[in-house]
DNA sequence: CCTTGACCTTGACGCTGCGTCAACCTCTAA
DNA sequence: TTAGAGGTTGACGCAGCGTCAAGGTCAAGG
């Protein structure tokens, strides 16, 4: 009996389902070291080798890192504890992909509508993150994380319902442009107006707004894209310039 | 107005939410340059740079690699068929994450029936894997696909038969070591015949499985894990010298 | 004027798990 | 004997920065 007492490292490879390179790395880093090395550096593994690197791809086929792996078969006594952990990281995988994916879904299905889409999805992500820094410096923590739950918490009809005021924003000051309305017109102060008490209509953007409202002016202009959704260059000039002398005389 | 015509990284990196160094990483691959970059080597960033980066860090959000981050601002025309790659990529990624939810939820459970799961589990793996390369050699690939997609087309039912045979024949065989039986008695070789004959029910591992068998034995004694699976070191000795006293007259 | 401290710069290594050369022995079968 | 298959040890590459290290720059205070 006993014929096959020890492989070598492409025999041990190929009836493991891996590569030699793959075993020299484990050997490298101490996970599985070949059973006798050969006076010319050959590398031969037993049986008993050969069980070991089973556990190993097992356990790495379950998504375990080497070096958990090696805890694993080290202290094998604590085996469903490890796995326990690594379920509850694959738990918090599923979740960050599944919100990838709904994120993803909902870029796709908006960009198809057709609707400046990039533009308005920029948007979503502007009041919440690309100010959280100032707002959270002018009125603390709790003002943001109020904010940013304020969102979040919204059910689809009043997102929704707050988009519509954006749109509905949108499409008059692209009138407003194109009648060619001045910046400090009663009509382009009233839908100054409007802009701002639907910006303030944010939990967490209270009083003493006024460089913010300078600085979301700014904004427009700098991106075609946020321009596209006032009616161009032209309005998105209209939008800062009506804005910075609304907040000037209001604000 | 226009009171803040350019940022240092830092602000820009806080304002954003993100690092000065992933800027510095973000100019170095030429993904977002600074606007400006003063005499001292600093970098500034205007509205616009601030804007591209809103841009980059929702599509990092959003789970896509910087290089195609790159395409998708370069050729703004196919943003959709990027995320629609992507898509179908976070779908792969779901399905491998949810096989190894329920692997490694069903290891567990296993694990903590306390049957000595460890080495079940191993056992699964072992018919399958471990020796496709020999049953390929000798029998070709289409013997070793029968063979895998047999397995996997089992019912839950018929797998559970198949492992109370596995629990029938390890009680029997930790009872005739515990007995004192030898291996060559009638007893052993009984057992002996069940485990071949419970071996060979698996179709692509017909005929000439002389060595096959007399490898298991091995097996079962190098490693305690499989051995306590037929009454400790005794037990494997008993399974491994009897199994090769019965391939010798019977195979 | 000098110091201190905050902020900036350019390297360069580290991390994960090997794939993939490169340059060079060793063994086996014809 | 010679080709060809297989073995060895480096060492770079990848993704996306975190994290020192070593050293300029700048604004404010003593």
Do not use: C
Not at 133 to 140: I, K, L
Request: charged share 25%; no cysteine; net charge negative.
């Amino acid at each position: 009996m006993q014929q096959h007492v020890e492989w070598s490292i492409q025999d041990i490879a190929k009836r493991a389902g891996t590569t030699s390179r793959a075993l020299r790395h484990y050997d490298d880093i101490g996970l599985l070291p070949p059973t006798r090395i050969g006076s010319n550096g050959y590398r031969y593994y037993d049986a008993t080798a050969l069980v070991r690197l089973q556990r190993i791809l097992l356990l790495r086929d379950l998504g375990l890192g080497l070096p958990a792996i090696a805890d694993v078969l080290k202290t094998a006594t604590d085996a469903t504890g490890a796995l326990r952990n690594h379920l509850s990281w694959l738990h918090k995988e599923q979740d960050r992909i599944g919100r990838q994916v709904a994120s993803v879904t909902e870029t796709i299905r908006r960009m198809e509508r057709g609707e400046q889409l990039m533009a308005e999805n920029m948007f979503d992500g502007f009041d919440h993150t690309q100010y959280k820094d100032e707002v959270v410096e002018r009125w603390g923590e709790d003002a943001y994380s109020r904010s940013d739950s304020w969102w979040r918490s919204m059910s689809a009809a009043e997102k929704a319902k707050w988009q519509a005021q954006v749109a509905s924003l949108s499409s008059d000051w692209t009138a407003a442009a194109g009648a060619g309305v001045a910046p400090d017109s009663d009509e382009a102060q009233t839908l100054a107006r409007r802009h701002v008490e639907w910006l303030t209509s944010i939990p967490g953007t209270p009083g003493a707004v006024q460089e913010y409202v300078t600085g979301l002016g700014e904004m427009y202009v700098a991106d075609e894209r946020f321009a596209a959704n006032y009616g161009g260059e032209a309005g998105a000039t209209l939008v800062r310039d009506a804005l910075a002398i609304y907040a000037n005389r209001n604000l």
